[in-house]
C-alpha cells in the first residue's frame, strides 16, 4: 500500500472537535494522484450561498456547511478552491464522476439537436435508451420517469393494474403490498407508504393503505402474507441503501420469488441504489441469480440529470392500456442520450470487473486499517456500496471527515457510514479515504475530545 501522511490546512470550519490527528489530509508525493487546480472563485462565497438559502429555500434539508461549486472526476471544490473526495456521488448517483468526458460530449451533442419535445411524439434517444435496457436486463418493455420515487408510483400502479385485468372476475383482486423493515422507496405518497421509517410517512398520513412491514429476511411471515391471496406486490430493495447497507439472503429472494409465482403475485426489486453497476454486477439481483416482474431504477442512470425506469415483464407491460400513466418530462432525448453513454460506459465487463476488485480491495483496506477499533461493528458490502456499522452516532465522524477533505454520509439509524463513491474511483484514492477515515476514528471516543 502507498505510504500517506495527513497534512493540516485551514478547514472549512472550526475543528475544536478533532482529533489531534484529524485534520484536512492531503496525498503525499508517493501517491500517484493526479493533482486538480483549484477552479476560479465565484461571485459568491461559500458564506454567502449559505446565508441566501436560508433566506429563500423552505428549510427540507439539514444541509451539511459545504458550498459545491465545481468537480473533476472523484473530488468536487467549494467557492474557495478546497478540495473534497467525493464518497458520496450525490447519493449513488454521479457514477461516472464529475465531468466524464463521454457523458458531457453525449449532453452537449444532444443539447443543440433537441433538449425535450414530450411523449406525444417519438424521439430517438428514448427508444435507443429503452432497446439497451432491455437488451441487458430481464424485461421486455421499459417505461421512463423523473426519479426514483416516480418509478415506484409507476410500479404500484402496474402493479394494481396488472390484478385488475388478470383477476377481471373477481369483485376484489389482490390490491395490497408488502415492504420491509428499513426500507426505503421514496417520499411521494405511494412510495413513502412502502418506506418503512415512520419518520418520513407521520407528517403526511393518511398514506395510501395496504402495506404490510414485515421484518427483512423473515421468509416463514412473508411467504405465508403471500399466499393470503392479497398481496398485488412484493417490494425490496435487494441490498437496502437508506435502510444501512443491508443486503438480503439468496435463500429469502428465492423463497419471495418461488410464493410470488404460487400465489400470481408480482416481485418488485427496487435497485434505484443499488442497480447499474454499483454491486460489480449490472443489476445487483443478478448476483443472487432471482429475477423480478418489475425493477425500478434511477440514481446513475443519466450520471447526474433526472431520470427514473421501470423495467417490466410483457405480462406486466400488456395490462397497460393508452393514457393510463404518463410523464410530461420523462424520457427526454437529452436525458436519454446522457443516459446511453453513462449505460453503455457501465455495462462493459472490464467495468463492472473494476468494481467489484475495487470494492474487494477496499473493503480488504478498512477492515485492516478500521477493524480492530471498538466502535466499528461490521463492514459489509458488495461492490462500491459498502456500509461501517458503529456502536453509537456516525455524526461527529461525518464531520471531522469533512473537515479533513472527505465527504461521506449516513445510513441506517445513524449509525451506519454509507460509502457509495464514483464507480470510477481510483485504488489510490480508495487508500486515502482508509486513512482519513482511520485518523478521524478517535473522535468518536468522547475522552478523546479537544
Known amino acids: 500500500?502507498?505510504?500517506?501522511?495527513?497534512?493540516?490546512?485551514?478547514?472549512?470550519?472550526?475543528?475544536?472537535?478533532?482529533?489531534?490527528?484529524?485534520?484536512?489530509?492531503?496525498?503525499?508525493?508517493?501517491?500517484?494522484?493526479?493533482?486538480?487546480?483549484?477552479?476560479?472563485?465565484?461571485?459568491?462565497?461559500?458564506?454567502?450561498?449559505?446565508?441566501?438559502?436560508?433566506?429563500?429555500?423552505?428549510?427540507?434539508?439539514?444541509?451539511?456547511?459545504?458550498?459545491?461549486?465545481?468537480?473533476?472526476?472523484?473530488?468536487?471544490?467549494?467557492?474557495?478552491?478546497?478540495?473534497?473526495?467525493?464518497?458520496?456521488?450525490?447519493?449513488?448517483?454521479?457514477?461516472?464522476?464529475?465531468?466524464?468526458?463521454?457523458?458531457?460530449?453525449?449532453?452537449?451533442?444532444?443539447?443543440?439537436?433537441?433538449?425535450?419535445?414530450?411523449?406525444?411524439?417519438?424521439?430517438?434517444?428514448?427508444?435507443?435508451?429503452?432497446?439497451?435496457?432491455?437488451?441487458?436486463?430481464?424485461?421486455?418493455?421499459?417505461?421512463?420517469?423523473?426519479?426514483?420515487?416516480?418509478?415506484?408510483?409507476?410500479?404500484?400502479?402496474?402493479?394494481?393494474?396488472?390484478?385488475?385485468?388478470?383477476?377481471?372476475?373477481?369483485?376484489?383482486?389482490?390490491?395490497?403490498?408488502?415492504?420491509?423493515?428499513?426500507?426505503?422507496?421514496?417520499?411521494?405518497?405511494?412510495?413513502?407508504?412502502?418506506?418503512?421509517?415512520?419518520?418520513?410517512?407521520?407528517?403526511?398520513?393518511?398514506?395510501?393503505?395496504?402495506?404490510?412491514?414485515?421484518?427483512?429476511?423473515?421468509?416463514?411471515?412473508?411467504?405465508?402474507?403471500?399466499?393470503s391471496g392479497r398481496i398485488a406486490a412484493v417490494f425490496i430493495e435487494p441490498i437496502q441503501g437508506e435502510g444501512g447497507i443491508n443486503s438480503a439472503s439468496k435463500e429469502f429472494l428465492l423463497a419471495l420469488r418461488s410464493a410470488c409465482n404460487d400465489a400470481g403475485s408480482l416481485l418488485v426489486f427496487d435497485e434505484v441504489q443499488c442497480g447499474l453497476g454499483r454491486t460489480g454486477h449490472l443489476w445487483a439481483h443478478e448476483a443472487f441469480g432471482v429475477f423480478p416482474d418489475i425493477m425500478t431504477l434511477a440514481k446513475p442512470l443519466a450520471g447526474g440529470l433526472p431520470i427514473g425506469a421501470v423495467l417490466v415483464t410483457e405480462k406486466v407491460a400488456s395490462a397497460m392500456d393508452f393514457g393510463e400513466h404518463g410523464s410530461t418530462f420523462a424520457g427526454g432525448p437529452l436525458v436519454c442520450n446522457a443516459a446511453i453513454a453513462v449505460l453503455d460506459k457501465i455495462s462493459k465487463p472490464g467495468f463492472l470487473a473494476s468494481v467489484s476488485k475495487k470494492g474487494m480491495y477496499f473493503k480488504k483496506l478498512l477492515k485492516h486499517k478500521l477493524g480492530g477499533n471498538s466502535h466499528v461493528k461490521d463492514i459489509r458490502g458488495m461492490g462500491l456500496i459498502i456500509g461501517l456499522e458503529l456502536d453509537v452516532p456516525a455524526s461527529p465522524l461525518v464531520a471531522a471527515c469533512r473537515d479533513s477533505g472527505l465527504l461521506i454520509l449516513t445510513a441506517g439509524k445513524g449509525n451506519v457510514i454509507r460509502l457509495v463513491p464514483p464507480l470510477v474511483i481510483s485504488e489510490q484514492e480508495l487508500e486515502l479515504v482508509a486513512e482519513i477515515l482511520h485518523q478521524c476514528l478517535p473522535v468518536l471516543d468522547e475522552g478523546n475530545l479537544e
Not at 502507498?2 to 493540516?8: A, N, R, T, V
Not at 369483485?171 to 418520513?200: C, D, Q, W
Request: glycine fraction near 6%; proline fraction near 7%; charged fraction near 20%.
Open 1 to 227: 500500500m502507498s505510504s500517506i501522511h495527513p497534512l493540516f490546512n485551514n478547514p472549512i470550519s472550526p475543528a475544536a472537535s478533532l482529533p489531534r490527528n484529524c485534520g484536512r489530509f492531503a496525498a503525499c508525493a508517493t501517491v500517484d494522484m493526479p493533482s486538480q487546480a483549484a477552479p476560479p472563485r465565484g461571485k459568491l462565497g461559500s458564506k454567502d450561498v449559505m446565508e441566501t438559502e436560508a433566506r429563500v429555500m423552505v428549510g427540507t434539508y439539514a444541509r451539511a456547511p459545504v458550498v459545491i461549486a465545481s468537480g473533476k472526476g472523484c473530488k468536487v471544490y467549494d467557492p474557495e478552491g478546497r478540495e473534497y473526495i467525493d464518497m458520496m456521488a450525490g447519493i449513488a448517483v454521479n457514477a461516472l464522476g464529475h465531468g466524464d468526458p463521454d457523458w458531457v460530449r453525449a449532453v452537449t451533442e444532444q443539447a443543440t439537436l433537441l433538449t425535450h419535445v414530450s411523449n406525444s411524439f417519438y424521439s430517438i434517444p428514448q427508444v435507443e435508451l429503452a432497446k439497451r435496457l432491455v437488451a441487458c436486463s430481464f424485461a421486455d418493455r421499459v417505461f421512463f420517469s423523473n426519479s426514483g420515487t416516480e418509478a415506484n408510483e409507476a410500479a404500484i400502479k402496474f402493479a394494481r393494474k396488472y390484478h385488475r385485468v388478470r383477476n377481471s372476475d373477481a369483485k376484489h383482486p389482490p390490491t395490497e403490498f408488502i415492504s420491509f423493515s428499513n426500507s426505503f422507496h421514496g417520499r411521494t405518497m405511494g412510495a413513502v407508504a412502502l418506506t418503512s421509517k415512520e419518520h418520513y410517512r407521520t407528517p403526511f398520513e393518511p398514506v395510501m393503505p395496504g402495506v404490510t412491514f414485515l421484518e427483512f429476511g423473515n421468509t416463514r411471515d412473508a411467504v405465508e402474507l403471500i399466499r
